[in-house]
Protein backbone atom coordinates (compact mmCIF):
# COMPACT_ATOMS: atom_id res chain seq x y z
CA UNK A 1 0.00 0.00 0.00
CA UNK A 2 1.19 3.32 -1.05
CA UNK A 3 1.88 5.34 2.43
CA UNK A 4 -0.01 8.68 2.08
CA UNK A 5 2.06 12.36 2.03
CA UNK A 6 1.55 14.15 4.75
CA UNK A 7 1.21 17.45 5.48
CA UNK A 8 3.20 18.26 8.77
CA UNK A 9 6.58 18.32 9.02
CA UNK A 10 8.28 18.11 12.84
CA UNK A 11 8.33 22.11 13.07
CA UNK A 12 4.47 22.33 12.34
CA UNK A 13 3.93 19.85 15.77
CA UNK A 14 7.02 21.56 17.57
CA UNK A 15 4.65 25.16 17.03
CA UNK A 16 1.65 23.21 18.41
CA UNK A 17 3.83 22.75 21.34
CA UNK A 18 5.51 26.12 22.11
CA UNK A 19 1.49 27.77 21.45
CA UNK A 20 0.26 25.48 24.45
CA UNK A 21 2.70 27.66 26.70
CA UNK A 22 -0.90 29.97 26.48
CA UNK A 23 -3.26 27.13 27.38
CA UNK A 24 -4.61 29.01 30.12
CA UNK A 25 -5.57 32.10 28.26
CA UNK A 26 -9.05 31.14 27.75
CA UNK A 27 -9.97 28.87 30.60
CA UNK A 28 -13.31 29.24 30.77
CA UNK A 29 -16.13 27.69 33.25
CA UNK A 30 -17.74 26.57 30.14
CA UNK A 31 -14.89 24.32 28.01
CA UNK A 32 -12.15 25.51 30.60
CA UNK A 33 -8.90 24.95 27.97
CA UNK A 34 -11.16 24.22 25.06
CA UNK A 35 -10.93 27.63 23.60
CA UNK A 36 -7.05 27.26 24.08
CA UNK A 37 -6.63 23.62 22.74
CA UNK A 38 -7.79 24.35 19.67
CA UNK A 39 -5.99 27.58 19.22
CA UNK A 40 -2.44 25.61 20.30
CA UNK A 41 -3.51 22.99 17.02
CA UNK A 42 -5.41 25.63 14.73
CA UNK A 43 -2.45 26.63 12.30
CA UNK A 44 -1.46 23.16 11.73
CA UNK A 45 -5.41 22.09 10.96
CA UNK A 46 -5.04 24.97 8.40
CA UNK A 47 -2.45 23.30 6.85
CA UNK A 48 -4.19 20.14 7.22
CA UNK A 49 -7.46 21.32 5.73
CA UNK A 50 -5.68 23.65 3.19
CA UNK A 51 -7.67 22.51 0.50
CA UNK A 52 -11.25 21.82 2.30
CA UNK A 53 -12.68 24.83 4.06
CA UNK A 54 -15.52 22.69 5.57
CA UNK A 55 -13.32 20.29 6.85
CA UNK A 56 -11.24 22.81 8.69
CA UNK A 57 -14.47 24.02 10.43
CA UNK A 58 -16.21 20.64 11.12
CA UNK A 59 -12.74 19.76 13.03
CA UNK A 60 -12.06 23.30 14.54
CA UNK A 61 -15.72 23.27 15.81
CA UNK A 62 -15.38 19.31 17.75
CA UNK A 63 -12.16 21.00 19.39
CA UNK A 64 -13.78 23.70 21.18
CA UNK A 65 -15.44 21.37 23.81
CA UNK A 66 -14.55 20.84 26.92
CA UNK A 67 -10.90 19.92 28.19
CA UNK A 68 -8.90 19.74 31.21
CA UNK A 69 -5.65 18.09 31.79
CA UNK A 70 -2.11 19.73 32.86
CA UNK A 71 -0.67 22.38 30.83
CA UNK A 72 2.85 20.94 30.61
CA UNK A 73 1.39 17.35 28.86
CA UNK A 74 -0.81 18.85 25.90
CA UNK A 75 1.89 18.90 23.55
CA UNK A 76 2.04 15.32 23.55
CA UNK A 77 -1.99 14.87 23.73
CA UNK A 78 -1.62 17.56 20.81
CA UNK A 79 1.22 16.05 18.36
CA UNK A 80 -0.53 12.53 18.74
CA UNK A 81 -3.90 14.33 17.66
CA UNK A 82 -2.30 16.24 14.53
CA UNK A 83 -0.34 13.19 13.29
CA UNK A 84 -4.22 11.46 13.45
CA UNK A 85 -5.11 14.05 11.74
CA UNK A 86 -2.28 14.44 9.18
CA UNK A 87 -3.10 10.75 8.38
CA UNK A 88 -7.02 11.28 7.65
CA UNK A 89 -8.21 9.05 10.53
CA UNK A 90 -11.70 9.99 11.32
CA UNK A 91 -12.84 13.05 13.85
CA UNK A 92 -14.29 11.06 16.50
CA UNK A 93 -11.77 8.58 16.24
CA UNK A 94 -9.11 11.29 17.01
CA UNK A 95 -11.65 12.48 19.86
CA UNK A 96 -11.10 9.35 21.84
CA UNK A 97 -7.98 9.02 21.92
CA UNK A 98 -7.66 12.20 23.07
CA UNK A 99 -10.22 12.54 25.93
CA UNK A 100 -8.73 9.16 26.60
CA UNK A 101 -5.67 10.76 27.43
CA UNK A 102 -7.03 13.55 29.01
CA UNK A 103 -7.10 11.64 32.44
CA UNK A 104 -3.39 9.84 32.46
CA UNK A 105 -2.04 12.85 31.23
CA UNK A 106 -3.15 14.85 34.35
CA UNK A 107 -2.24 12.53 36.82
CA UNK A 108 1.16 12.88 35.28
CA UNK A 109 1.89 16.40 34.82
CA UNK A 110 0.46 17.00 38.08
CA UNK A 111 2.50 14.49 39.70
CA UNK A 112 5.89 16.05 37.93
CA UNK A 113 5.11 19.69 38.16
CA UNK A 114 3.17 20.14 41.08
CA UNK A 115 4.94 17.65 43.52
CA UNK A 116 8.26 17.10 42.19
CA UNK A 117 9.55 19.98 40.43
CA UNK A 118 8.01 22.68 42.27
CA UNK A 119 8.32 21.97 45.69
CA UNK A 120 12.19 21.13 44.73
CA UNK A 121 12.80 24.69 43.44
CA UNK A 122 10.60 25.84 45.62
CA UNK A 123 12.93 24.14 48.57
CA UNK A 124 16.34 25.40 46.95
CA UNK A 125 15.39 29.06 46.74
CA UNK A 126 13.92 29.53 49.94
CA UNK A 127 17.17 28.23 51.49
CA UNK A 128 18.88 30.70 49.04
CA UNK A 129 16.49 33.41 50.11
CA UNK A 130 16.67 32.93 53.68
CA UNK A 131 20.31 33.83 53.11
CA UNK A 132 19.75 36.91 51.86
CA UNK A 133 20.22 36.82 48.46
CA UNK A 134 17.94 38.67 46.27
CA UNK A 135 17.44 37.39 43.22
CA UNK A 136 16.32 34.20 44.72
CA UNK A 137 12.41 34.83 44.08
CA UNK A 138 13.46 35.51 40.48
CA UNK A 139 15.50 32.67 40.12
CA UNK A 140 12.81 30.21 41.20
CA UNK A 141 10.47 31.86 38.36
CA UNK A 142 13.16 31.67 36.14
CA UNK A 143 13.75 27.82 36.79
CA UNK A 144 10.40 27.41 36.58
CA UNK A 145 9.60 28.59 33.76
CA UNK A 146 12.32 27.41 31.67
CA UNK A 147 11.98 23.81 33.32
CA UNK A 148 7.98 23.95 32.21
CA UNK A 149 8.53 24.89 29.12
CA UNK A 150 11.26 22.41 28.56
CA UNK A 151 8.79 19.76 29.29
CA UNK A 152 6.45 20.98 27.13
CA UNK A 153 8.88 20.72 24.24
CA UNK A 154 9.83 17.45 25.60
CA UNK A 155 6.69 16.20 25.46
CA UNK A 156 5.49 17.59 21.79
CA UNK A 157 8.60 15.74 20.69
CA UNK A 158 7.41 12.33 22.13
CA UNK A 159 4.15 12.90 21.33
CA UNK A 160 5.32 13.61 17.61
CA UNK A 161 7.30 9.84 17.73
CA UNK A 162 4.96 8.25 18.75
CA UNK A 163 1.80 9.47 17.25
CA UNK A 164 3.68 9.07 13.84
CA UNK A 165 4.86 5.41 14.22
CA UNK A 166 1.66 4.61 15.75
CA UNK A 167 -0.25 5.98 12.67
CA UNK A 168 2.12 3.78 10.39
CA UNK A 169 2.05 0.18 12.45
CA UNK A 170 -2.06 0.61 13.63
CA UNK A 171 -3.54 2.35 10.62
CA UNK A 172 -5.90 -0.56 10.44
CA UNK A 173 -6.92 -0.70 14.35
CA UNK A 174 -7.02 3.30 14.62
CA UNK A 175 -10.96 2.35 15.17
CA UNK A 176 -10.64 -0.52 17.95
CA UNK A 177 -8.48 1.36 19.76
CA UNK A 178 -10.79 4.18 19.54
CA UNK A 179 -13.87 1.83 21.18
CA UNK A 180 -11.62 0.64 23.55
CA UNK A 181 -10.75 4.12 24.54
CA UNK A 182 -14.70 5.33 24.59
CA UNK A 183 -14.95 2.40 26.45
CA UNK A 184 -12.82 3.42 29.46
CA UNK A 185 -14.72 6.75 29.17
CA UNK A 186 -17.53 5.12 29.73
CA UNK A 187 -16.65 3.42 32.72
CA UNK A 188 -14.72 6.12 34.74
CA UNK A 189 -17.79 8.52 33.90
CA UNK A 190 -19.65 6.11 34.94
CA UNK A 191 -17.83 5.29 38.46
CA UNK A 192 -17.26 9.28 39.19
CA UNK A 193 -21.65 9.53 38.40
CA UNK A 194 -22.23 7.04 41.36
CA UNK A 195 -19.99 8.03 43.51
CA UNK A 196 -20.07 11.57 43.66
CA UNK A 197 -23.80 12.52 42.38
CA UNK A 198 -26.10 12.35 45.53
CA UNK A 199 -29.86 12.21 44.91
CA UNK A 200 -32.07 10.92 47.80
CA UNK A 201 -35.61 10.56 47.98
CA UNK A 202 -36.71 11.75 51.57
CA UNK A 203 -40.02 10.43 50.73
CA UNK A 204 -41.35 7.84 53.61
CA UNK A 205 -44.81 6.62 54.46
CA UNK A 206 -46.23 4.15 57.54
CA UNK A 207 -47.91 1.29 57.43
CA UNK A 208 -49.79 -1.14 60.03
CA UNK A 209 -48.37 -4.48 60.64
CA UNK A 210 -50.34 -7.50 61.74
CA UNK A 211 -49.34 -6.70 65.19
CA UNK A 212 -50.83 -3.58 64.93
CA UNK A 213 -47.77 -1.66 64.86
CA UNK A 214 -46.82 1.28 62.62
CA UNK A 215 -43.67 0.30 59.57
CA UNK A 216 -41.90 3.15 58.38
CA UNK A 217 -41.25 2.32 54.52
CA UNK A 218 -38.51 4.33 53.18
CA UNK A 219 -39.04 5.11 49.44
CA UNK A 220 -35.30 5.25 48.63
CA UNK A 221 -34.74 2.35 50.44
CA UNK A 222 -37.02 0.59 47.91
CA UNK A 223 -35.36 2.41 44.94
CA UNK A 224 -31.92 0.77 46.52
CA UNK A 225 -33.47 -2.72 46.19
CA UNK A 226 -34.45 -2.22 42.63
CA UNK A 227 -31.31 -0.55 41.45
CA UNK A 228 -28.52 1.59 43.70
CA UNK A 229 -27.84 5.20 42.77
CA UNK A 230 -30.56 5.47 40.39
CA UNK A 231 -31.58 8.68 41.07
CA UNK A 232 -28.01 9.40 40.50
CA UNK A 233 -27.85 7.32 37.25
CA UNK A 234 -31.42 9.15 36.37
CA UNK A 235 -29.80 12.69 36.64
CA UNK A 236 -26.50 12.13 35.21
CA UNK A 237 -28.65 10.22 32.05
CA UNK A 238 -30.72 13.70 31.78
CA UNK A 239 -27.28 15.89 32.34
CA UNK A 240 -25.68 14.08 29.09
CA UNK A 241 -28.75 14.96 26.89
CA UNK A 242 -29.18 18.11 27.99
CA UNK A 243 -25.63 18.90 26.78
CA UNK A 244 -25.97 16.40 24.07
CA UNK A 245 -29.01 16.97 22.68
CA UNK A 246 -30.13 20.11 23.48
CA UNK A 247 -26.88 22.24 23.64
CA UNK A 248 -26.70 23.63 26.94
CA UNK A 249 -23.83 25.06 28.64
CA UNK A 250 -22.16 24.52 32.36
CA UNK A 251 -23.98 27.67 33.48
CA UNK A 252 -27.54 26.63 32.28
CA UNK A 253 -26.93 23.00 33.97
CA UNK A 254 -26.42 24.65 37.01
CA UNK A 255 -29.09 26.93 37.11
CA UNK A 256 -31.29 23.82 36.49
CA UNK A 257 -29.60 21.97 38.80
CA UNK A 258 -29.76 24.43 41.84
CA UNK A 259 -33.52 25.14 41.10
CA UNK A 260 -34.02 21.08 41.28
CA UNK A 261 -31.75 20.92 44.45
CA UNK A 262 -33.65 23.84 46.27
CA UNK A 263 -37.30 23.15 45.50
CA UNK A 264 -36.98 19.82 46.00
CA UNK A 265 -35.85 20.17 49.08
CA UNK A 266 -38.24 22.59 49.70
CA UNK A 267 -40.91 20.70 49.31
CA UNK A 268 -39.12 17.41 51.39
CA UNK A 269 -38.89 15.23 47.87
CA UNK A 270 -35.02 15.15 48.15
CA UNK A 271 -33.67 14.07 51.79
Same mark, same amino acid.
Given at each position: ????? #???????? !? =??? #??????????????????????? %? !???????????????????? /???????????????????????????????? =????????? &???? $????? %???????????? +?? /? $????? &?????? !????????? =????? @? %????? +???? +????????????????????????????? $? #?????? @???????? /????????????????????????????????????? %????????????????????????? $????
Amino acid at each position: MESKK #LKLTQKDY !M =TAA #LRSYFLQNAFNYTSYQGVSYLNT %I !MPALKKIYKDDPEKLKETAT /ANLEFYNTNPQMVPFITSMQLAMYDNDQSISD =TRSIKMALM &GPMS $GIGDS %IAQFGIAPLFST +LF /A $GLALD &GLGFAP !MGFWFSMVV =TMLAI @K %ILMGY +LGFK +LGTSVIETLSDRIGKISAAANIVGVTVIS $G #LATSFV @KANIAIQY /ASKVESGEKQVIAIQDILDKIMPNMLAVLLTILVFYL %IKKKKWNTYQLLILLFAIGILASVF $GILA
